[in-house]
């Protein structure tokens, strides 16, 4: 971290006049201006994407089928500008990772609306863009990684077993793009190296060469990244991590930097207090600041080593909740009580449903952070429904330490009235009683 702090702080000394062409805060602006995102994106199905895609059609830009999912569902293509660099930039192949196929649906309609303005007629000039949103429909549909073939699409780069996957390969092997932009979600408690830091955003250049041998491509997206990097550190300094960089023969971005098309990886993390329009924004933000450094080759200026010093992804240190001290009560053994800590994760679910939470570990969580931190030293606990372990459900009742309970008796919700109740990750009642702390990025 602290060489990643060094990076950042020499970087952006070094390249302060590099702004002076659309800085991130007036991109953020166009974006809340012209974006047509209006549902939730973990809540967009392929019905939606295509209600998007008709306003986009209706504004001029071409847009046509190019596909068909596994279930016959179309794949559509979007292409906007008339020069000679070109891009492609596909999302959505894990239908369980939506943030980018909003982002796509709002460049496009902002690079539409705003054709007329210099630095946009410029981008129009000197590349073409095709998008693919949605690349998984099916998966989509029932908020699922897979297609409904039951494969991973972004392992099948070689089998190709999968329609989606074919199509895919297609189009590259045709249009033969100089740059691929591969647009995922990852997990929201990923964190930006061993602080307990989510990875919001986070990036790589990927080789796509097993020897590690570079190429022209893979040092320019490098660069890319740099820019990028800085755009979006406007926004979250200290929460942009890098992506784990092993190779992987049967997936598609390592195949696209092996077949021609050198690939960046972006993975939309998460941001505690804030919503999924918040990574749209800042996915937005990154997709035209590459572009305009893409389309005046000022990438060039834009030192590599800032993205090589950002922060690997971690996992395993953080948790949604941690509960901690808490006094667990055992009702079958007559009220004998243990002092450990309990935490509770959410399970990846779209905004318009209330999902569950399971309890993920018990015991004593030093070294491990909670989005949310209650202090339960005041409270004795038991599950609401079965016993507080592993595994089970994230339902819990409390009751202040000094209340005289007799733990034998049967249905104590409703026969000892608990002073407070978790559940479904949020409190049914008694949230005023608790002391908590949460990490919130200062900004």
């Known amino acids: 971290m602290i060489r990643f702090i060094l990076a950042l702080s020499l970087t952006m000394s070094g390249l302060t006049g590099l702004f002076a062409q659309q800085s991130p805060r007036s991109l953020s602006k166009h974006w809340e201006k012209d974006r047509i995102s209006r549902i939730s994106p973990s809540n967009v199905r392929h019905r939606d994407l295509k209600a998007y895609l008709e306003e986009l059609k209706a504004m001029g830009l071409e847009i046509k089928e190019v596909g068909r999912s596994y279930a016959d569902r179309e794949i559509y293509q979007i292409e906007w500008g008339t020069g000679p660099k070109r891009i492609f930039m596909w999302s959505q192949m894990h239908g369980d990772e939506p943030t980018a196929t909003s982002a796509l649906v709002d460049m496009f309609a902002f690079l539409q609306k705003n054709r007329n303005l210099a630095w946009v007629k410029k981008l129009s000039a000197s590349m073409t863009i095709r998008g693919l949103p949605m690349l998984n429909p099916d998966g989509t549909e029932f908020f699922q990684r897979r297609n409904l073939q039951g494969i991973d699409i972004n392992r099948d780069a070689v089998g190709l077993k999968t329609p989606e996957g074919r199509l895919l390969k297609k189009l590259r092997d045709e249009w033969k793009p100089e740059i691929g932009f591969n647009l995922h979600n990852q997990g929201q408690l990923t964190t930006a190296g061993d602080a307990p830091r989510q990875a919001a955003i986070s990036l790589l250049a990927v080789l796509g060469d097993p020897k590690g041998v570079s190429t022209p491509g893979f040092e320019r997206n490098k660069r890319l990244i740099s820019a990028m990097t800085l755009a979006v550190n406007e926004f979250i300094p200290g929460y942009v991590g890098r992506y784990d960089d092993t190779y992987n023969d049967l997936a598609f971005g390592d195949k696209f930097s092996a077949w021609g098309t050198p690939v960046i990886l972006i993975e939309a993390g998460g941001l505690h207090g804030q919503d999924e329009f918040y990574l749209v924004m800042l996915n937005f933000v990154m997709y035209l600041t590459a572009l305009e450094v893409i389309a005046d080759d ?146």
């Open 298 to 443: 000022s990438h060039t200026k834009y030192d590599p080593e800032l993205y090589l010093s950002l922060p690997l992804n971690e996992s395993g240190r953080l948790m949604h909740f941690i509960f901690r001290n808490a006094n667990i009560v055992s009702p079958e053994s007559g009220g004998g009580t243990k002092v450990v800590d309990i935490g509770i994760n959410f399970e990846r679910r779209r905004a318009e449903l209330t999902g569950p939470t399971i309890i993920r570990d018990v015991g004593p969580l030093t070294g491990r952070d909670g989005l949310v931190e209650y202090d339960m030293s005041d409270f004795n606990v038991i599950h609401r429904f079965g016993r507080v372990r592993t595994g089970d459900s994230g339902e819990l009742l409390f009751f202040r330490k000094d209340r005289n309970i007799d733990w034998t008796q049967p249905n104590l919700e409703y026969t000892a009235a608990p002073d407070a109740v978790f559940s479904l990750g949020a409190w049914f009642i008694g949230e005023n009683l608790m002391k908590s702390k949460d990490i919130t990025p200062k900004r």
